[in-house]
């Protein structure tokens, strides 16, 4: 069972998640965007990918289990948040975290879709959940500050969605020469009352779970031997 532990303030606090180690260098960027737009990612600079020393070692091993760990993580994440908050959202999160208004970028993508396609949507995908988990993350650490646990899991998907991000560069580079990708980035709360931060927060978390699941469906069976 989940806690939302009221730790003394300053446990479990941490930098921000713009901050952390292994990242793509446009990807901070991304927590910046206060309303949703489009732009282009630079995977890399220069005219081309930039594949010395950007693969590791089991790429594509490594990130099956990165689309594993979110699937298998997002619902009890989603749960927690929802108990953090409190009421009303603990006891109307069908009608308060409905996610029918929010944005995700689409994801027209099947099990026979070319593999090329396939990575190109994900990349999409996690660079927006990646600012999403930024804005969540922030205002978390503004509204419940020593909510140790919660806290603590979102630096950890933001942590892992970081890592999938670089694995998916790497692939789009060196598989197939991809080194620009258009993407979209969600609103930001900044200026928003709490109950608005918390609302679009509990949105976007329940869209996740739904999106996750689809991302794992499609995107593991991709990831066998080229």
Not at 38 to 47: Q, S
Not at 115 to 124: L, T
Not at 171 to 188: P, R
């Amino acid at each position: 069972m989940w806690q939302c532990h009221r730790a003394p303030r300053g446990d479990g606090r941490r930098g921000s998640p713009s901050r952390g180690a292994g990242v793509v260098p446009f990807v901070a960027l991304l927590l910046l965007q206060r309303r949703p737009v489009a732009g282009r990612a630079l995977l890399g600079t220069g005219p081309g990918c930039p594949t010395n020393g950007l693969c590791r070692a089991n790429v594509q091993e490594q990130t099956r289990r990165q689309v594993a760990l979110l699937n298998a993580t997002a619902q009890d994440l989603f749960s927690l948040y929802l108990k953090c908050q409190g009421e009303p959202f603990s006891s109307e999160s069908d009608r308060l975290c409905s996610p029918s208004g929010i944005f995700f970028p689409a994801f027209h993508v099947n099990r026979t879709t070319e593999r090329k396609e396939v990575m190109v949507a994900m990349y999409k995908l996690f660079a927006f959940l990646n600012a999403s988990l930024g804005n969540i993350t922030r205002d978390q650490e503004e509204l419940n500050p020593t909510a140790k646990e919660l806290l603590d899991r979102l630096h950890n998907t933001t942590k892992t969605t970081r890592g999938l991000i670089s694995n998916l560069t790497c692939l789009l580079c060196k598989h197939y020469n991809v080194f620009q990708v258009d993407v979209s980035y969600g609103e930001s709360t900044k200026g928003k009352s709490a109950f608005k931060k918390k609302q679009q927060g509990c949105q976007v978390l329940r869209k996740y779970v739904q999106v996750i699941a689809q991302a794992a469906r499609v995107l593991l069976p991709h990831l066998g031997p080229a």
